[in-house]
């Protein structure tokens, strides 16, 4: 099969070997895979992927079944899939854990469902698994533009939330129309103050937040009484001092998570929980996955070009 490798920090295609079914696996022969900024941060050197996973960049995709390994029940040769991966999606072939599949939203292309494995299990993990995001609270999502920011503002409006969401302003319209009640252009104005504004004073009971270190004390100081922060990213670096006093003041919270080294016994019963309560609300419409553009396998290049420019809006879908 051919797969994106990466050599010396660049995204190549090249002929690999087939992944092989193991015990418990499928493989999925791949008919589009997402493009993650984790993608980017594996290529750049900063991201490696866990122990026993494909070297190979890409977390998630969709495609067909052509083989089932030992020890899966349920599953058969021929059957449509999305799926959660640790690595391997920018390839023709993946190798795939049973508990990590999904079925494809009815109503939704297979192509189309490529987009949305990691979003969804990386946003019902923090802001449903983890913060407990309730109806009538405010949900503050930074980089709203983005493939989990734009799942996000979808999600929490499905759950009855207030959403506000960080942005350029370029991508207000089109936030707004999927549900975002406020729209802050990060580049001019300042969040806390647009946030304490808008809810009189409250601030948020949920902050999502990719960008890290930067944003760190002004996430704390737009919190909420009993509050949550959930950091999934490092945009602005990784290093912060942290006011412990503010935090307390507000009995706070901060975690900080990856999806992709967890155990796949954890991703397994995540996969089941976006199965379980987020697939409903993208039958009925409620969320959709939204699509900047497809590109070619070997376009996966500038997929990353364009991930790092941040002037798509969704997803960015690669093609075998």
């Avoid at 252009?185 to 960008?211: H, P, Q, R, S, W």
């Avoid at 909420?224 to 959930?230: L, M, Q, S």
Wanted: hydrophobic content about 40%.
């Amino acid at each position: 099969m051919r797969a994106i490798v990466i050599e010396d920090k660049q995204l190549v295609l090249r002929d690999v070997p087939d992944p092989v079914a193991g015990d418990g696996e499928v493989v999925v022969d791949v008919t589009a895979a997402g493009v993650n900024r984790a993608d980017v941060s594996q290529r750049q050197g900063f991201y490696p992927p866990p122990p026993g996973a494909s070297e190979y960049p890409g977390l998630e995709c969709a495609g067909v079944i052509s083989a089932v390994g030992s020890g899966v029940t349920g599953r058969h040769v021929g059957e449509r899939v999305s799926a959660l991966l640790a690595g391997g999606g920018y390839a023709e072939k993946v190798a795939i854990p049973a508990g990590q599949l999904l079925p494809v939203p009815t109503g939704l292309s297979l192509q189309e469902s490529a987009a949305l494995p990691e979003v969804a299990c990386t946003v019902w993990s923090n802001v449903v698994d983890r913060d407990r995001l309730r109806k009538g609270e405010t949900l503050l999502v930074h980089g709203g533009g983005s493939g989990i920011g734009t799942f996000a503002v979808q999600l929490g409006k499905a759950l009855g939330a207030t959403v506000i969401a960080t942005a350029r302003a370029g991508k207000h319209d089109r936030l707004r129309a999927l549900g975002a009640d406020l729209v802050v252009d990060y580049t001019t104005d300042d969040f806390v103050e647009a946030t304490k504004d808008f809810t009189d004073g409250g601030g948020a009971d949920v902050v999502l937040d990719i960008v890290g270190a930067s944003y760190l004390s002004r996430n704390i100081e737009v919190l909420a009484p009993n509050g949550r922060i959930t950091v999934i990213g490092f945009q602005g670096g990784r290093k912060a001092e942290l006011d412990l006093t503010q935090l307390m003041s507000k009995r706070g919270s901060i975690s900080s998570t990856s999806l992709r080294a967890r155990p796949t016994a954890d991703k397994a019963r995540i996969v089941a929980g976006v199965r379980r309560e987020v697939w409903p609300l993208v039958e009925a419409g409620a969320i959709r996955p939204i699509i900047d553009r497809t590109l070619p396998l070997s376009a996966a290049a500038e997929a990353h070009d364009l991930m790092e420019s941040s002037d798509h809006l969704g997803k960015i879908l690669l093609l075998p």
